[in-house]
């Protein structure tokens, strides 16, 4: 008769006489469990640190300003900021921000010089500041020619902004036919690096650092 099938013959019911001590290898696995899950709470593993340096070049101080609100936005990380003149030496950084001012469409000689030596396989950001406008053909080029200078797969990204161009400089150049044009929209410079390039500049500085951890 079904209904007198006993539960323990259907393996639902343990008798108290069935139990058995589980094996001692699994006690000690059970206390070590525990005891990692304690010292773990206690003592959090530190996220090993990660050292970022921000070097730049600057005649007329744009650059300068970008860099110091790079180094601001940079998070969670030892950091320091220097102008390339004064960096003596880039082995304990992990990430190296670059900064310089487009000068004739390119990286000013001694910005070059300095991108030349850092050692291979360090991770690089560049950032620039340009009169020309921003995303435009000029700012791109000198950020191509930087990025030609280091091996493969390096640099991890880069930021432009307009930086107010020297007053003489437009001058000159409004008086000759042929820069005429780009002196025009380099007059649109005036104001930058504003709050908003500042603010932008943060944001990149924070997605470099976490694109530096992630590689
Ligand atoms: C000699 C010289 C050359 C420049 N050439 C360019 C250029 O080719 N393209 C451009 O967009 N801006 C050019 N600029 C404008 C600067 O890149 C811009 O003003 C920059 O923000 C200056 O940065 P700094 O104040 O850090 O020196 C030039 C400025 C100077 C003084």
Redesign the pocket.
Known sequence: MPDQVRHDELGLFIKPSNLTFPPIYKIFLAFGIKIIYIFGEKFPLKEVEMKALVAYY???????KLARSIYEGIEQAEKEILHIKEVKDVEDSDIIFCGF?????SVPGKVEGFIKSIPEGKKLAFFA????LRGGQ??IQAFYYATSLRSKGTVLGTFGCR????SS?IDALMKKAEHRSWAIE?QG?RGHPNESDFEDAKEWAKEMIAKARAS
Not at 58 to 64: H, I, L, V, W, Y
Not at 163 to 166: L, S
Request: hydrophobic share 30%.
């Open positions: 600057s005649d007329t101080g744009n650059t300068e001012p487009v000068q004739a469409h500041t340009h009169g020309s000029l700012a930086g107010k161009v020297k400089i380099a410079a």
